[in-house]
């Protein structure tokens, strides 16, 4: 067995324990496998295990690695993961299923513009700076509600909120603000958890886990 499945299956059993100790019913949360710098050798074992979510942080590595990937494997959806710059936005449409990274009005009005000239759809996380950090993006959580409304004026399809905690501090603080926000502005969907929090994320109900080392092992590039 690739190590990558096996990585894979471990986490998936890990995240079954930690739900039947929540005790938590019907609840099925997503692995976002992250498979920025690894190749299709590394990733082949697990779509082929079924597995279907898969996380990018680069536009332009995206589109090297997935479109014929996600040709042959219909089930596949991807999930721009790193932040977006306008000037790719078109491109990300084009290959992307999913954005966690919305994280200001600008991106959202070109995501709109671009979305109604080419008549394409794609699912959206608002970015929240939960952690108020100058080297992150993200929306204040204070602006949540009128940049929600925003997007929804512009017809964008928010499905949920982001977030990434800061380092080196409690992340169960963070997630359950998250939590608190989604719920504020009725969204069913929360991307939170990484490889080190994951188990963390499943106490405050996060629906799509990012994980990538934790799977593919450390980057090199």
Not at 150 to 176: A, Y
Request: glycine share 4%; hydrophobic share 35%; proline share 3%.
């Amino acid at each position: 067995m690739h190590y990558t499945l096996s990585n894979l299956i471990q986490i998936n059993k890990k995240i079954k324990d930690k739900i039947n100790e929540l005790s938590i019913s019907e609840y099925n949360p997503k692995v976002i496998a992250v498979s920025k710098t690894f190749t299709e050798e590394d990733i082949m074992p697990l779509i082929e295990y079924g597995h279907c979510e898969f996380g990018e942080n680069k536009v332009q590595e995206a589109q090297k690695k997935w479109p014929i990937l996600k040709e042959k494997n219909e089930n596949l959806k991807l999930h721009m993961l790193g932040k977006l710059q306008t000037n790719k936005v078109k491109n990300a449409l084009e290959i992307f299923d999913y954005l966690h990274s919305l994280d200001s009005l600008k991106l959202a009005n070109k995501i709109s513009k671009e979305m109604h000239k080419n008549s394409k759809k794609i699912k959206i996380f608002i970015q929240i700076n939960l952690g108020g950090e100058k080297q992150k993006s993200g929306i204040e959580p204070s602006d949540l509600e009128e940049f929600y409304k925003h997007c929804l004026e512009l017809k964008l399809d928010i499905i949920g909120t982001m977030c990434i905690p800061p380092e080196n501090q409690d992340p169960k603080f963070f997630f359950k603000d998250l939590s608190q926000l989604n719920q504020k502005i009725n969204l069913s969907e929360i991307s939170m958890g990484m490889t080190n929090d994951y188990l963390d994320a499943l106490e405050y109900r996060s629906t799509y886990l990012r994980i990538g080392t934790a799977i593919f092992g450390k980057r090199f590039k």
